[in-house]
């Protein structure tokens, strides 16, 4: 089983890191990091660099793609080499995914039209000129696309194809596996319910 990764500058680094640590324990899973080039490919903050061991046309047929998110799929959704790359790749894959603005660069290659997908709060409305129906819930599935919300959604989004693949068993066994049991200190996830003033001020920011 092909799991392709892809990498881009000013990419969010657990976008990536989170999926992989739950889908590499899939058996026979053949885990790819994989960019337009061979290299390093920096975060958002460019404090950290991911490697692409492969490039995009070294890996034409992955059984699961996943697309991350980060400040990069600004300028990812007019590059159409990916795009192309994207839109190709679909059409063999068994699952289509992303982690948070990734679901931009689906939508670009044409793939979230008339379906349901989300993606980081702050780019929901982004996802409509697309031809998506944008939705705050933190995994979507649409066949075989799935899409997940902000950064930390991946690892639900990737737990959810674990069950889907191996079932339920299998995906509880990872979970406790890497002791994924979250207990965040304040309850503010989701715009939907943090405080209004930390909404609108990193709503500035961004």
Not at 54 to 62: D, F, G, K, N, T
């Amino acid at each position: 089983m092909e799991i392709v990764f892809v990498l881009f500058d000013r990419i969010t680094a657990l976008d990536a890191i989170g999926p992989y640590e739950v889908l590499q324990r899939l058996p026979g899973a053949e885990v790819k990091f994989a960019g337009k080039e061979r290299g390093q490919y920096r975060t958002d903050t460019k404090s950290l660099a991911l490697v692409a061991d492969y490039a995009l046309a070294e890996v034409p047929r992955p059984d699961i793609l996943v697309m991350p998110g980060g400040f990069g799929t600004r300028e990812l959704v007019d590059d159409r080499e990916v795009v192309d790359w994207v839109r190709a790749v679909h059409e063999h894959t068994t699952w289509t995914t992303s982690v948070c603005t990734g679901s931009l660069v689906l939508g670009a290659a044409g793939l979230l039209e008339g379906l349901d997908a989300t993606t980081h709060w702050k780019e929901l409305e982004t996802l409509r000129k697309y031809g998506a129906r944008p939705t705050l819930q933190r995994v979507v599935e649409q066949g075989k696309i799935v899409t997940a919300a902000g950064v930390s959604s991946g690892i639900d989004m990737a737990l959810t194809l674990v069950d889907r693949i191996m079932g339920d068993f299998a995906a509880q066994a990872i979970q406790l596996a890497i002791e994924y049991d979250p207990q965040p200190p304040f309850d503010c996830g989701s715009p939907t319910k943090a405080p209004k003033e930390v909404v609108d001020f990193l709503s500035s920011l961004m």
